[in-house]
C-alpha cells in the first residue's frame, strides 16, 4: 500500500485498529491473559520472544484479514520481527492492514493530575527506520488521571510537539491523552482536554492532519467536535479498562470513533487453543469491535 492509499483507508475508518503494542511493563499482564503465567520465561528476551508469537499467531489468523480490522499499532520490537519468514510490516500490508509503531518510552511520575511521557532519544533515528520499513504512522500515549487544567494543557502542549516532529518525518501521529476511566473527575478531565485539543489543532500550522486516540468520553457525543474538525484525519478510542461487551456498547455511542483496542480484543484468547479454535474465538472479537466501530446507535 502506497501512502495516499493508506490514508484514504484511515480517513474512510470502515473497521477498526488492532492495538498490539504490549511494551515491557504491560507484557507480563498481557502473557498472562492469553494463558501463559509469568515465570514460564527466564529472561526479558524470552518474555519478548512470547509475546511476539502470540501477535504473529494473531496477524496471521485468517480472521485478522477479513478486512474488518483496517490498522495495527505495533510494538518496535514486533516491527522489528518477522511472520512466517516476512517482515512484520510487510506481512500487514499483504493483508491491507496498515502498521503503526508506539513510539513513546513509558510515563513520568504523576504531576497536576497527569503522567507525561518520559523523554524519547533516538526518536529521529527510529522514525526514519520506520518509515523505511513501511510504517503508515506512530502513537503515543499519557494520561490523565484528574480534571487539572495546567496539567491536561502541559499534555497536551507535549503530544502536540511530538506530532510535529512525527510529522516533519513523513509519518502519521495519534495522540494519546488517555482520561483514566476510574477517575473521580473523568467528565471534568474530558471537558478540559477537548477545550485543550481544540487549541491546539486551531493553530496547527500549514496542512498537516494528526488522529487522536482517547478514552470513551463519560458524555456519549462529547468528541464530535474532534471527529468534524477538518485536522483531525480519524479519532479511535481505547477500551481503558473497560471489558470488551462494555467498551463495545459505548463505542457504539460515539459517533464517527472507530476502536483502537487491545486487552478488549485479546481478551478471549488463549495460547492452549487449537489454530481453529484460537480463530473462532479472534473472529467472534473481530466482528463485535467492527460493529461498534461502524454501527452507531443514539446515546
Request: with cysteine.
Amino acid at each position: 500500500m502506497q501512502t495516499a492509499d493508506m490514508t484514504a483507508k484511515i480517513a474512510a475508518g470502515h473497521g477498526f485498529i488492532a492495538a498490539l503494542d504490549q511494551s515491557g511493563g504491560s507484557t507480563p499482564k498481557a502473557l498472562k491473559g492469553y494463558g501463559i503465567e509469568e515465570g514460564s520465561w527466564l529472561s526479558d528476551e524470552e518474555m519478548f520472544d512470547l509475546i511476539h508469537q502470540m501477535r504473529v499467531r494473531i496477524i496471521t489468523a485468517p480472521a485478522f484479514a477479513n478486512g474488518k480490522v483496517i490498522a495495527a499499532i505495533l510494538f518496535e520490537r514486533t516491527m522489528d520481527g518477522q511472520a512466517n519468514g516476512q517482515p512484520v510490516p510487510q506481512a500487514l500490508h499483504d493483508r491491507g492492514v496498515v502498521p503503526f509503531i508506539k513510539i513513546d518510552k513509558g510515563l513520568e511520575a504523576e504531576a497536576n493530575g497527569v503522567q507525561l511521557m518520559k523523554p524519547m532519544p533516538g526518536l529521529d533515528a527510529l522514525l526514519d527506520r520506520a518509515r523505511g520499513l513501511g510504517m503508515f504512522g506512530t502513537k503515543e500515549r499519557s494520561v490523565v488521571n484528574l480534571g487539572n487544567r495546567e496539567g491536561i494543557a502541559a499534555i497536551v502542549a507535549q503530544q502536540f510537539e511530538v506530532a510535529r516532529q512525527v510529522l516533519s518525518h513523513g509519518l502519521m501521529p495519534i495522540i494519546e491523552p488517555e482520561v483514566n476511566i476510574k477517575s473521580p473527575e473523568r467528565a471534568e478531565a474530558d471537558a478540559i482536554l477537548l477545550d485543550e485539543i481544540l487549541k491546539a489543532l486551531d493553530t496547527m500550522p500549514g496542512e498537516d492532519k494528526v488522529m487522536l486516540k482517547l478514552s470513551l468520553p463519560a458524555k456519549p457525543g462529547l468528541f464530535l467536535p474532534l471527529v468534524e474538525h477538518p485536522r483531525v484525519l480519524h479519532v479511535v478510542a481505547l477500551s481503558g479498562g473497560f471489558n470488551r461487551t462494555e467498551a463495545c456498547v459505548e463505542l457504539a455511542k460515539n459517533q464517527g470513533i472507530i476502536a483502537s483496542f487491545s486487552r478488549a480484543l485479546l481478551e478471549d484468547l488463549r495460547q492452549q487453543m487449537s489454530d481453529e479454535e484460537f480463530d473462532r474465538a479472534l473472529a467472534e472479537a473481530i466482528d463485535e469491535i467492527y460493529d461498534a466501530s461502524v454501527d452507531k446507535v443514539a446515546a
